[in-house]
Structures are given as structure tokens and as C-alpha cells.
């Protein structure tokens, strides 16, 4: 079974700050990284997808991957009120494997308070 | 912006019933998976498919559940019968083609399941 632990929520920032979730994995194997928000009620939204060791921005967020510690995180700046959810990390098994299901952390839920 | 369909989006049911759900993955798309999510906890996956073929059906509970891309479009599963602890939203989601790199997957709005 391949473990995915985020850090315990529930998180709480104010709005303009930086918010910073982070994931811990335990297969070494993992190839795939990705992050997804989920508002109450509603599915999971993909917000960034990491492959290699390193920084990946996009916009607001910025994802990091160290493969050698078994780590990712996430990292939105300017963090808005509109950013309030829950934030699933997962890893995929391999790149490349036809198995391409989805580990999933039980999430770490995030408030931006005005 | 094409996006993967369910129906229904919520379901009420008595246990011992039989339900069904259906899914229409992204036009193109040959991988189509079928996740639950219990409250509080994060998807598993229930079934996976590519185009019409069964890949990785490790974790459906084969007594109760089972799930079909006839055509290798569109997708059932179904619950029967159902019982208290299938109470949950059953995820959708489907990507380009597993195995090519391509693989990132987008999710349907799901379907809320509660059994009474």
C-alpha cells in the first residue's frame, strides 16, 4: 500500500498571505506528483501536476518536489478568501505504467480568513 | 471546455437496493477510473479501465459492486445490494491514455451516495 500523509489541518491564513501545505509519500518508485482542490461538496479540481525534482509555478502557486525526501508541497502566495478548501495531494505509482490510479492524502483543509 | 459527466449527482437509497451510476469520460479519453471517497478521507480507487478492458480492479468489492465500458466509451457501476457503508461520493475521472505520460486525470462532479 502506498502511503501519502499530508500535514494536519485544518489551516488557517490570513488573506495576502502565504499558505504552505505539504505531502510526505512513501513509495520511492512514485513518478507522478499532483495537487487538487476540493471545494465542500463538490469533486476534486487539479491545480498543479510535477514531475521532476524543483520548483513549477503557475501563477499564485508554486509546487516542490524533492524525490530524495519523499516530499511535495505546495505553496500559494497572495492567498484569497476564494482559496478556502481542501487540498488533496496524490502521486501515481509510474510514469509510464499502464496502473495509472491515484494514491490520495486525506487532504489538508485551508481557510483564508479576510 | 469538455469535462467528464455523471449522473446522477446525488442518489438516496434504502440498503438491499441496487443502484447505478453512470459516467461519460472526456471525448478521446481511453482511461476512464471509478474512485469512492468517503467523507473526510481522500478518493480510492475502485476500477480502472483502459478503453474497454478492465486493468485494475483490486479493490471493488466483487460480492457487491461491479462496473462496465461495454464500447469503451462510457461507463456503469453498480452497487447491489447496497448497504450503510457505501454512503459516499463516487468520483468519475478519465484521462488521455495511461502508460503514454498522458495521464493526468480530470474529475467529474460525482455522484452522492446515501444509503438509508
Not at chain 1, 45 to 52: A, F, K, N, T, V
Not at chain 2, 72 to 99: F, H, N, W
Amino acid at each position: 500500500q502506498k502511503e501519502v500523509e499530508q500535514n494536519s489541518g485544518p489551516l488557517s491564513v490570513p488573506e495576502g498571505a502565504i499558505a504552505s501545505l505539504n505531502c510526505t509519500y512513501s513509495d520511492r518508485g512514485s513518478q507522478s506528483f499532483f495537487w487538487y482542490r476540493q471545494y465542500s461538496g463538490k469533486s476534486p479540481e487539479l491545480i498543479m501536476s510535477i514531475y521532476s525534482n524543483g520548483d513549477k509555478e503557475d501563477g499564485r502557486f508554486t509546487a516542490q518536489l524533492n524525490k530524495a525526501s519523499q516530499y511535495v508541497s505546495l505553496l500559494i502566495r497572495d492567498s484569497q478568501p476564494s482559496d478556502s478548501a481542501t487540498y488533496l495531494c496524490a502521486i501515481q505509482a509510474g510514469r509510464g505504467s499502464t496502473l495509472g490510479r491515484l494514491y490520495f492524502g486525506r487532504g489538508t483543509q485551508l481557510t483564508v480568513w479576510p | 471546455e469538455a469535462e467528464v459527466a455523471q449522473s446522477p449527482r446525488y442518489k438516496i437509497t434504502e440498503k438491499s437496493q441496487a443502484v447505478a451510476f453512470w459516467c461519460d469520460p472526456i471525448s478521446g479519453h481511453a482511461t476512464l477510473y471509478w474512485y469512492r471517497q468517503i467523507l473526510g478521507q481522500g478518493p480510492e480507487l475502485l476500477v480502472q479501465f483502459q478503453d474497454e478492458s478492465v486493468v485494475d480492479d483490486s479493490q471493488l468489492p466483487k460480492d457487491r459492486f461491479s462496473a462496465e465500458r461495454l464500447k469503451g466509451v462510457d461507463s456503469t457501476l453498480k452497487i447491489q445490494p447496497a448497504e450503510l457503508g457505501d454512503s459516499a461520493m463516487y468520483l468519475c475521472a478519465s484521462s488521455p491514455r495511461a502508460g503514454t505520460g498522458e495521464d493526468t486525470q480530470y474529475f467529474g462532479p460525482g455522484t452522492r451516495l446515501t444509503v438509508l
